[in-house]
Each structure stands twice: as structure tokens, then as C-alpha cells.
């Protein structure tokens, strides 16, 4: 068996960016331009994305959106925030890789 080398703190946003991608509805780039201050209690303002470079441009549609954040999705992104020693809000997360 390989022993599992990810830091407690890569687990944790591994499985906060599953279920973002498995419960929110955005999509990977969406995901990798969020800020920590687009995600409110209930919902999150979708306006930017990312190329995998991390380039920013704008979302597939084009348009600006937000959509419903399920309390499950905000309890593993309030945690993941905590775990990263709260962060500015205008810095990009949470699939941001360090």
C-alpha cells in the first residue's frame, strides 16, 4: 500500500472542491476564479473563471450568476477557510493550488 503523503490541509480542500463541484453546479474553471468573498451564507456570485494556467476570463455564458449554496457546501468551505488561517477575502479559492 502507498502511504498517503497529502497534508491534512490538501485533504480537506481535495474533498471541499468535490463537493463544490458535486453540489453547487460550477464549473472547474468557475471554480478556480472564486474569491473566499464571492461565497455568502446562501449563495455564491459566479462572475470570473480561470483557464488551468490560472489565467482569469470571463465565465462560459459570458454572464454573471449566483447560485444556491447548500448549508454542507458552506459548512466544508467555512472549515477549509479556518484550516487556511482565514485568508483576505478578495484571494482566490478554494481549488487554488499552493
Known sequence: M?????????????ATIVTMLAYDGERPGELRGQRWSDILTKTILIERA??????LKATKPGERRTTRLLSVVYEDLERYYIACGSPSLDSLSPARRR
Open 50 to 55: 480561470t483557464d488551468p494556467d490560472g489565467t
Open 2 to 14: 502507498i502511504p498517503d503523503e497529502r497534508t491534512t490541509l490538501t485533504r480537506l480542500r481535495d
